[in-house]
């Protein structure tokens, strides 16, 4: 019997598994695909598939927020992305350093500093350091094919004690971490014994069209003044890598039947060049065909309802919990920090009384992690809308005060410097936007400073531009 069952070996399972271990617990980690192959980090990309994450090949990044978390918590881990050949330093808004209004770099932009590194390395370097960490053991190739149940308290429809394999194994735990991710079986076996999570979702979300690249000699672009652009139809996304690569993202409505053209490799090519900010990134080696993704659509599951778990003996972290649009790049570190707001709470209640440590940490949970999840499914609606209607041809509208402040940050980003960095702040997720926005008093100052603009201020086409680029010639 081990202490905590941590159901998905991603980084959200591994860093919960490590931070439980370092308070003395035992804890085995069960997941379903196979582990990375044994040899440097070009054959850990090359060679390793993971079927049950669908976005192993798309742009990850690990924002300032989350890699300063991570040097601080698991020192050990951030040693071995190191290891292998994660990039330091990388600067957040580097790009935009000169650009119209927004001035040169400033000593405090250190802070928006991070460590570029592709999706499969990161997995690879926080196994390489869950499989040494005291108390750990990780399983590969195990699948969980459902909960085990015992006697609940009054009032609890059912009390979970452990899980059971493919193979016919019966594993028993005081706690079951679900940490699969998105495609997480979880939530269904809850339903099977009777306790659906309470779920909240958000449309069909987007479609990511996805490229990796490289250089020969290890170089990386110039970056693009800003990350994440968003233009009539479409976003576009540039994350750095490791070993002189990088990925590139366009972003669609998954909605956009006619954008579904993108998938084909000289189609992507077509569009990309349509944005000055990105057309460099095109350039390289390519080292990747074009990786389509869709079904991201926002969703939220909650175990407590009306005061009152619905299930003991098991909680949910990470995008198991709930998924947040993944162009924002903010899962990771979101996932890190639920991940030690359940050691601390394991920390407070111990692991013997079930229901306070469920009560516990759906409190925490809501407090903390909540309102940010709202705040990007707000965003994912009135994003979506918007496509929509641009697809109908017509002129968005939308009355949502939020959506509006957001837009004219976008804008007024580039005609002052402070807005600039205060939205990095929150975008890097150093400080919250009530903090680094509100109370300032920048959001009002973006407000004037926009006023009259139009809605798309960063060079890039049409959608009718777009889609006589990506219709076959």
Known sequence: ??????????????????????????????????????????????????????????????LPGGMRWLAAELPGALARVLD??????????????????????????????TTAIRRPLLDAALLAQARQTPGVTVRHGVQVTALLTGTAQPGIRCHVTGVLTDGGEVLTADLVVDAGGRTSPVAGMLAGIGAEPEEHQVGMGFRYYTRYF?????????????????????????????????????????RDQELRAL??????????????????????EPITGVTAMG????????????????????????????????????????AWRHAAALRDV??????????????????????????????????????LAEIDAEIRGETPTADDPDWQLRIALETARWKDPDILRALADV??????????????????????LAAGEPRYTDPGPTRHALLKAVRPT
């Open 1 to 62: 019997m081990s202490d905590v069952l941590v159901v998905g070996a991603g980084p959200t399972g591994l860093v919960a598994a490590m931070l439980l271990a370092a308070e003395g617990l035992r804890v085995t980690v069960l997941d379903r695909d196979p582990g990375p192959p044994d040899g440097d980090a070009e054959s850990v990309w090359r060679d390793w598939r993971r079927p049950a994450v669908h976005q192993f090949r798309q742009s990850h990044c690990v």
């Open 84 to 113: 292998l050949g994660g990039v330091p330093h990388h600067n957040m808004i580097a790009g935009a350093w000169g650009v119209a209004a927004t001035g040169p770099a400033r000593p405090e932009d250190a802070r928006f500093e």
């Open 214 to 254: 490289r250089s020969p000699d290890g170089s990386l672009p110039r970056q693009a003044p800003w990350p994440l652009c968003h233009h009539e139809s479409l976003s576009v996304l540039s994350v750095p890598g490791d070993h002189g690569t990088w990925g590139v993202s366009l972003v669609a409505s998954g």
């Open 263 to 284: 998938a084909d490799p000289d189609a992507w090519h077509r569009a990309l060049e349509l944005y000055p900010w990105f057309a460099p990134f095109g350039e390289g």
């Open 295 to 334: 079904g991201t659509g926002s969703r939220r599951r909650r175990f407590v309802t009306g005061g009152r778990p619905l299930v003991t003996g098991v909680v949910a972290v990470g995008d198991a919990w709930g998924t947040i649009d993944p162009q924002f790049g903010t899962g990771i570190t979101i």
């Open 346 to 383: 394991v920390r407070a209640t111990g692991t013997d009384d079930p229901l306070r440590l469920a009560l516990s940490f759906d409190a925490v949970t809501e407090e903390n992690l909540t309102p940010v999840w709202e705040s990007f499914a707000a965003w994912d609606r009135n994003r």
């Open 427 to 448: 975008g890097c997720l150093l400080a919250g936007p009530q903090e680094a926005l509100v109370d300032s008093g920048l959001a009002e100052r973006a407000q004037k």
